[in-house]
């Protein structure tokens, strides 16, 4: 599957000045998920930094933490940080 803006990530928080803290919760596998340009459909509210808590909520849910590592408007790249 893929990202689809009819379910957005919500933002939490703001971390300082330029950073914030994400909520998104899909069924697709947290390897998907953090695959690159995944939510490059939403890019521009997105800024290297942002954390994003993922709950890949499928048969076997998993809860994890993605790091937006690089974010514009040919890429959106993520790394899992747990």
Known sequence: ????TSNPIKKIAQMGESNSLWYYSDGDAIGTIVASDYFLADYGQLTAGDV???????SNAVIDTVIVS???SSTVTTANGT
């Open 70 to 72: 690089a974010a514009s």
């Open 52 to 58: 994003i808590l993922v709950n890949s909520s499928g």
């Open 1 to 4: 599957m893929a990202y689809e």
